[in-house]
């Protein structure tokens, strides 16, 4: 099918495809940091969310929490079971809470990573289940918003996805040693404040020229690309990666050339650009910054912009 | 992508179709012109169109093989896709022959042009279901292309070019006896778009880029003896990169794929009707699909080689009775490379929506298999007045065997599998003249296909994976009317079992990501109403109803086939007036079914939003309507002749929805159109 969709490109029409998201037109969670970013299962994580609206950052959002535990079937495409957002397919852990602290199952690895279920008398051997292209594991949370908005509208929830520290699957005892030594825990990368210019000129943030393109730049502390190494388990060798860094853009008006930036693995920059069309007319905007590693670490900014 | 750069990437097809298309020129030798085999046919609902006049047929842009787009069983496949979706059944399961030989494709990459020089073909037969014992390995349909017998004196060129391809042929008769004739064509469309749209929309609308080359080469050894070579290759690329400022955004989709035939072909006819047929070849295949959703890649990668014998004696052995033995053996060694997620590439039944991430997870094998299909049958023709009888047995034995059992694990050593499959499918086709213009026709049979050699992974699929089945049963009524006046009513029912479809745990057990626990069916009915060429006139007229399910799991629920499609009309006419000549074809089609996206969640991690499903395929695509036009002049003089043509696709301008897409929440759905009116003006000449 996604061939299919590919070729269906080469002679026809694609529509409209709508507003673009980093445009904040009503309440929503956009991003969950975890701290730590990676954990062991039955470990603690606090989770803090970054909810947005049209009127600001939303500074206690009451949001309900719960534990997925169904893992994904194969025949499903989407990064959580579907079984995640049935009424009655998760186990709740928070309600009416911010930013809670949660507890990790401690069969995380065995739901979502690579810990084989007992094997079975007779029965085939199960299999490990595959990592994501960093070798990570991951544990869903499902964040629903609905019942805490204030006008009565409904919300899509929201999947969190905490990364969870396993076991190396698929490598020999020699490899799984190394792996270990040189294998650090993610932590969450770390946002270094906006800087705005217009013309090449800088400008504060509070005095933006009304419709005036404005260049953002955003910066990143300098350990927070990490190294990882991820296993080749064809060719039974360690690869060290680098974590890539991507940002995403929002604000309550206004219209941003990119929804998202970013650096790639191997590109050594610690910060990013966008462009921004300020609003014709003066106001106050609302913008919001999310910056995510491969690892998904996660750090956020909001700031407030004066269109005058 | 934004809103406004999508809306005006619509336009840009149309104008480069109305300015590039205008070139084409053709030489059309005379002695390759083929000619019109007779209408009978032994089994229910098989038609047969010579080369000469699908050329003809507006839509197909002069390549006889695309008039299979018209023909009565054939599913009005999605703009651009490789499509042939016969009676329901998969396209992987319909057979594609060359003179006996299988090809792995019918169309390029794009699906713009088939894979064979419409020159060197002599016809086209369609056989969507209920075939005879020599043809097997097939659970769907049969699509049978002969080449065109060799010019037997001069020398011939043939030089043509269109607003796709460059293509040439080379006709020579090297004394009596020996015949060649090659031919060769190459993509241009990408060089000549090239020219005229600017890269960052070359990234959207990817240009496919071809080539195919034929030679075939006749030795007469004796009167009624020959023996012939046939070299069939096709090559194909396909790039799209979608840049963005993310990296982690970007997308990038490569599609290689390389096809390579070499058969020998040898025929002897005795003076007492005795034919024996002996065709060896070898062949190469390789493909490659590589896909970058950002940090999310995949690529499938399969290196085949292949060969085989299809050998077949054939001997009336008593007044009434004839008798048919032969064989048909292909093998194929295939190397599979894959990585990504189990979900990519996609199979039919599986959950999707347009532009949909793949899942992140990350598996990896590179495993080799190979598969030996022997088939040795039997079949016997008796033909008692009005009454003929065909029945035949075909014994498929399949030898099966690869290198993993499971996946690799560590230092661990690999372990192999080997392992053998017997089939015994039975056919039976009657045929039975109940009038001098009526003619009653049945036939059913059983049918086994081996699995999918990529299927066999233990990592991907299943190494224990075996035949799959079906039993075909059809019926028809076919009518002389008056003049070159035909018509046919066709029933037809298939029973598929043992398909392979993707195991519903969370966790499958080692080497069973794919299980054969599913079963399906497919029946309808079909009317063709064709005219011979009568007083300048020709053509048909096709409808097809029908419905086709699929079940993955016994316990599981029955869900239409992704490719199911209820109702189908063609109707073609010509009309030739001198040296003018008119064309017109009308096509209408049901849509295919897709699943609802009923809601969304929101992935905080991926930054991006996912679908959720409603009743798998529980809606449709709007119906397809386009009618298209086709007017021929013809110029001519002793050595020379020069046809001129305009095609005019999409007459009536249908915006035909191709795809339903959502916007990024999944909360607004639209459709992606397909072909706008499109304006081909060509030339030919001939000497």
């Known amino acids: 099918m996604r061939r299919l969709a590919l070729v269906l490109l080469v002679a026809g029409c694609q529509p409209s495809l709508g507003p673009p998201l980093s445009l904040v037109d009503a309440a929503r969670v956009v991003a969950v940091r975890a701290e730590p970013a990676e954990a062991l299962p039955g470990a603690s994580v606090t989770l803090t969310p970054l909810v947005v609206s049209p009127a600001g950052t939303v500074a206690q959002p009451r949001l309900d929490w719960s534990l997925c535990l169904a893992p994904k079937p194969t025949t499903e495409n989407d990064v959580v079971s579907a079984a995640c957002l049935q009424a009655g397919g998760t186990t709740p852990v928070a309600r009416g809470v911010a930013a809670p602290t949660i507890a990790l199952p401690s069969s995380a690895c065995r739901l979502f990573g690579p810990d084989l279920p007992p094997e079975v008398a007779g029965a085939p051997a199960p299999r490990a289940r595959a990592p994501d292209a960093t070798g990570g594991y991951y544990q869903p949370f499902v964040i629903d918003f609905s019942s805490r908005l204030s006008d009565g509208r409904s919300s899509m929830p929201t999947i969190a996805l905490e990364r969870i520290r396993c076991g190396l699957a698929g490598a020999s005892m020699a490899l799984a040693v190394a792996f270990s030594l040189q294998y650090t825990p993610n932590r969450n990368p770390t946002l270094t404040p906006l800087g705005a210019s217009v013309a090449g000129h800088a400008v504060a943030l509070d005095q933006i020229p009304r419709g005036a393109v404005v260049n953002f730049t955003v910066g990143w502390s300098a350990d927070s690309p990490e190294r990882y190494p991820v296993l080749d388990p064809l060719a039974q060798t360690l690869i060290s990666h680098r974590e890539a860094i991507r940002v995403a853009w929002l604000a309550s008006d206004g219209a941003f050339h990119d929804e998202e930036t970013g650096r790639g693995e191997d590109d050594v920059l610690l910060d990013s650009a966008n462009a921004w069309q300020a609003p014709a007319r003066a106001t106050i905007v609302h913008l919001w910054i999310v910056l995510r590693d491969s690892r998904g670490g996660v750090d956020f900014a909001s700031y407030d912009l004066t269109v005058r | ?687």
């Open chain 2, 1 to 687: 992508m934004t809103m406004a750069t999508a809306t005006a990437f619509c336009a840009a097809p149309v104008a480069i179709a109305l300015v590039a298309a205008t070139l084409a020129a053709a030489v059309e030798p005379p002695e390759l012109r083929s000619t019109v085999r007779g209408d009978a046919h032994e089994v229910p609902a098989e038609t047969r169109v010579d080369a000469a006049e699908a050329r003809h047929i507006p839509g197909t842009e002069g390549d006889a093989l695309k008039v299979v787009e018209s023909l009565p069983g054939v599913a009005r496949a999605t703009l651009g896709s490789r499509q042939l979706v016969v009676w329901g059944a998969a396209t992987s399961e319909t057979k594609v022959l060359v003179d006996g030989v299988e090809i792995p494709a019918l169309y390029h990459v794009g699906g713009l042009r088939t894979t064979i020089n419409s020159y060197l073909l002599s016809d086209v037969t369609l056989t969507p279901g209920g075939f005879t014992a020599p043809y097997g390995r097939a659970l769907g349909g049969l699509l049978r292309a002969d080449t065109v017998a060799l010019s037997q004196r001069g020398v011939h060129g043939h030089v043509a070019a269109d607003l796709l391809d460059v293509s040439a042929l080379l006709s020579a008769a090297l004394g009596r006896r020996l015949h060649i004739a090659a031919a060769a064509r190459y993509s241009w469309l990408d060089l000549l778009l090239g020219k005229l749209v600017s890269p960052k929309v070359q990234s959207y609308f990817p240009i496919p880029r071809y080539d195919d080359y034929q030679a075939k080469l006749t030795l007469a050894l004796r009167p009624g003896e020959e023996l012939s070579a046939l070299l069939l290759a096709s090559d194909d690329h396909l790039l799209r990169s979608v840049p963005a400022a993310d990296p982690a955004s970007a997308r990038a989709d490569t599609t290689d794929a390389a096809s390579y035939r070499v058969a020998l072909p040898y025929r002897l006819r005795s003076d007492d009707g005795t034919t024996t047929e002996l065709t060896p070849f070898v062949g190469y295949d390789h493909t490659l699909s590589q896909t970058r959703f950002g940090e999310h890649p995949t690529r499938l990668e399969t290196t085949a080689v292949r060969w085989g014998l299809r050998g077949s004696y054939r001997r009336r052995v008593a007044r009434l009775f004839t008798l048919a033995l032969g064989v048909d053996v292909a093998a194929a060694h295939t190397r599979v490379v894959r990585s990504g997620s189990l979900t990519l590439p996609p199979r039919e039944g599986d959950l999707y929506v347009f532009g949909q991430p793949p899942s992140d997870d990350l598996n990896r094998d590179d495993f080799s298999a190979t598969i030996v299909d022997a088939a040795p049958f039997v079949q016997g023709e008796l033909r008692w007045r009005r009454l003929t009888v065909i029945a035949g047995l075909r014994i498929d034995a399949d030898a099966l065997a690869g290198n993993h059992v499971v996946p690799p694990f560590g230092n661990l050593p690999v372990v192999g599998f080997q392992r053998l499959a017997f089939a015994a499918d039975p056919r039976l086709s009657l045929r039975l003249r109940v009038h001098r213009r009526v003619v009653l026709t049945a036939a059913a049979g059983l049918y086994h296909q081996p699995p999918d050699a990529a299927d066999l992974s233990p990592l991907f699929g299943n190494p224990t994976l075996g035949l799959m089945q079906a039993v075909h049963a059809t019926f028809g009524l076919s009518v002389d009317i008056h003049e070159g006046l035909s018509a046919e009513l066709v029933g037809y029912y298939k029973e598929l079992d043992a398909l392979v479809s993707r195991s519903a745990l969370p966790s499958p057990p080692l080497g069973q990501a794919l299980l054969q626990t599913g079963s399906g069916r497919s029946y309808g009915g079909q009317i063709l109403v064709r005219q011979k060429l009568w007083r300048g006139l020709s053509g048909w007229l096709s409808y097809t109803v029908g419905r086709s399910e699929r079940q993955d799991h016994p316990d599981g629920p029955t869900r239409l086939f992704d490719l199911d499609q209820t109702h189908v009309l063609a109707v073609v006419a010509g009309y030739e007036l001198g040296a003018w000549s008119f064309g017109a074809r009308f096509r209408y089609a049901s849509g295919f079914p897709r699943t609802p996206v009923v809601g969304a969640y929101f992935d905080a991690r991926d930054d991006l939003y996912q679908p959720l499903f409603g009743p798998q395929n529980q809606i449709r695509l709007p119906d397809f309507v386009q009618l298209d036009l086709r007017v021929d002049r013809r110029f001519a003089w002793p050595r020379l002749a020069l046809d001129l043509y305009l095609e005019i696709l999409n007459v009536t301008y249908q915006r035909n929805p191709e795809e339903i897409v959502y916007n990024e929440r999944y909360n607004q759905p639209s459709y992606i159109t397909g072909l706008p009116t499109l304006a081909i003006l060509g030339a030919r000449v001939s000497f």
